[in-house]
């Protein structure tokens, strides 16, 4: 246990080394505002540049409730730009280590390597949460102020869906990033295998069942209808079935040196 903390504790001074620990808050700080700010303004907007010639809102148009712009903030902002983010961010959780020997070093000292991956991804995964929830609480601050209010029970509910979806997000990129060497291809493969399973849901009941980017619909569904689906609890089974498979493919990489070699 204790080496475990002493590894979790060297990953986040890494983190306030490379000033990650406060530009991601940041960054989904930002991303979070600007959904409901850009569906409250974008009619004043519209207007003020197109004048009588331009664009004109059709004044018979549903109001958006609470709960249909905080889930559009999941969908628009977090799930495109802000999985870019995620993985730009958390790319070289393995790749440094390797590339600079010390991974090679670690595993020479008595440390278990299931100790060193679990440091790796918790300590990752509790920025990527932490970053999320700012992002996330901040939309909902701005989302109370000028829409409808969302109970706090809907908003606890659909953000505990997304994090599954989050962990993934974290513990895919950890494989991509033990398996391959170069940054450019980690975040390549990383972005676009993270973003087709985005890309497909909805197309298949099936492809959906097996899907783990479908936690990321559940919250987004939940928060605009409050309705909660049937087949959360299987998509959740099959998302953490990915993940364990995933952890494995991990520990007997980094095990029998696969890296050395690679």
């Not at 409730?65 to 958390?90: C, K, R, Y």
């Not at 440094?96 to 060193?116: E, H, Q, W």
Request: proline fraction near 3%; hydrophobic fraction near 55%.
């Amino acid at each position: 246990m204790s080496k475990w903390i002493v590894l979790m504790n060297k990953e986040f001074n890494q983190m306030v080394r490379d000033f990650r620990i406060i530009w991601l808050p940041i960054t989904f700080m930002f991303l979070g505002a600007t959904q409901p700010l850009v569906n409250y303004y974008l009619p004043s907007i519209l207007k003020a540049l197109g004048g009588s010639q331009g664009i004109t809102i059709d004044p018979n148009m549903a109001q958006l409730e609470g709960g249909e712009v905080l889930a559009s903030t999941l969908a628009s902002q977090f799930d495109q730009l802000g999985i870019m983010i995620l993985v730009m961010a958390i790319m070289g959780i393995i790749q440094t280590d390797k590339s600079n020997g010390m991974l090679a070093f670690i595993l020479t000292r008595p440390v278990a390597v299931t100790s060193y991956i679990a440091s790796k991804i918790v300590a990752n995964y509790l920025l990527v949460a932490f970053s999320i929830a700012v992002g996330y609480f901040t939309s909902n601050i701005y989302v109370n102020y000028l829409y409808s209010s969302v109970p706090f029970s809907h908003a606890m509910i659909g953000f505990i869906f997304y994090l599954v979806w989050a962990l993934f997000i974290v513990i895919f990129t950890t494989l991509i990033s033990t398996i391959f060497k170069s940054q450019g291809v980690i975040a390549l493969i990383s972005i676009g295998t993270l973003l087709g399973c985005r890309l497909v849901i909805g197309l298949s009941p099936i492809v959906d069942l097996v899907n783990p980017a479908v936690m990321s619909k559940y919250a987004i569904e939940y928060l605009s209808n409050g309705v909660s689906y049937s087949n959360i609890l299987s998509g959740s089974l099959f998302t953490f079935a990915w993940l364990f498979v995933i952890l494995i493919t991990i520990h007997y990489w980094i095990y029998n040196k696969k890296f050395i070699i690679e």
